[in-house]
């Protein structure tokens, strides 16, 4: 078992930069593929971003690549989520997730492939 806090998340503005931070309990955090999701107010949950076991492969949402980077430290037993060139569309609660048996590279933005969740933090971009 897992468990994650997220931190990081503020007001900015468009334009602007985050890190998001996501710190797992356990000694097995290398062992979990890990994921950024968001929802903002009145819409479904959203992938983002995950990250491979060891770091060696990454995805990303069309709607981020190119500004958000995922990596992790497995050392620290801590994955990030750089976010560059911020849009008020960012608006959203970030939630990073552990993935869970049966998690794949193509089926990373699916929610249901991650068994472990953090309790999210708000990130808001002003116009």
């Known amino acids: 078992q897992v468990q994650l806090v997220e931190s990081g998340g503020g007001l900015v503005q468009a334009g602007g930069s985050l890190r998001l931070s996501c710190a797992a309990s356990g000694r097995t955090f290398s062992s979990y593929p890990m994921g950024w999701f968001r929802q903002a107010p009145g819409k479904e949950r959203e992938s983002v971003a995950a990250i491979t076991w060891a770091g060696g492969s990454t995805y990303y949402a069309n709607s981020v690549k190119g500004r958000f980077t995922i990596s992790r430290d497995n050392a620290k037993n801590t994955v990030y989520l750089q976010m560059n060139s911020l849009k008020p569309e960012d608006t959203a609660v970030y939630y990073c997730?552990?993935?869970?048996?049966?998690?794949?590279?193509?089926?990373?933005?699916?929610?249901?492939?991650?068994?472990?969740w953090g309790q999210g933090t708000q990130v808001t971009v002003s116009s």
């Open positions: 997730a552990a993935g869970s048996r049966g998690w794949t590279g193509s089926t990373w933005y699916s929610y249901t492939k991650y068994g472990y």
